[in-house]
């Protein structure tokens, strides 16, 4: 790929900076220089495109993304011909081309059907569909619960601290990113009850100290208290990065996190969307 150079652009350097008016260098498809204010002077050389004030930032990150629930084919009608199981796969690489499409450049995939999000990431790694860069739990371990029935082989189920690590490994085994537990149930599921914890404070050890072992962390479906207490304990604690944290409920929808060094956050226990922080 030759040399690029994009004039009269407005650039966010993805800090919280803005460059007016500036002048991006690209030198073999990456990045090689931003000049605020200035223009690309005509003349031999590289190819130069004048943006005409358009707006430059860097690619975005889609921190939670399910890649094998996003269908790209419509229902199938009554009477069509049946579809095969393999179709899914030119479904996960149109997901993955539309990503790109829309600036999406990497995903953090946090649970998919089987193992279609590892191969799916082979795929991309390979050159064989265009894709963002992919970061999977593989399965996700879950407690047996109702979930389970819903969500099939997107979860492997495991019970117990011995079984648990078992299944941490298998993830890991097959080649995942980071390990993502079932802290609590899913208010999706109409059986499950996502106020309470449900793995054990045993459980969620296990897979914290088989992960942390391997250098890998650890992602937790979190909604109701005592899960989200559970999974901040066992996770945040032991993970070198903040030294405890404090979660308590400030309304009857609402919990407070604290983790000592930063502002506490206050959030709605039903999505987990943070709604308001104080200094």
Known sequence: MGDLVLSNARVLDGRGGIAERATVRLSGGRVAEVVPGTRAKAGPGPEKVDLSGATLMPALVDAHVHLSS???????????????????YFELANC????????????????????HALHLRQAVRLGLCQGPR??????????????????????????????????????????ADFVKVMATGARSVVLENPETAQLTRGEVRAVVEEAHRLGKRVAAHAEGLEGSRLAIEEGGNRDGRACGAKIRRVRADALELRIWGFSPICFSTPTGCVTACRP
């Open 70 to 88: 996003y269908p790209t084919l419509p229902p199938p009608l009554r009477g069509e011909e049946p579809r095969t199981d393999a179709l899914r």
């Open 96 to 115: 993955a081309r539309d990503l790109v499409s829309m600036g999406v450049l990497t995903v953090r995939d946090v649970g998919s059907e089987g193992d």
């Open 134 to 175: 992919i970061l999977t739990c593989a399965r996700i371990v879950s407690a047996t619960s109702p979930g389970c029935r819903v969500f099939g082989s997107m979860y492997r189920p495991a019970d117990g601290p011995d079984e648990v690590r078992k299944a941490a490994r298998e993830q890991l085994a097959a080649g």
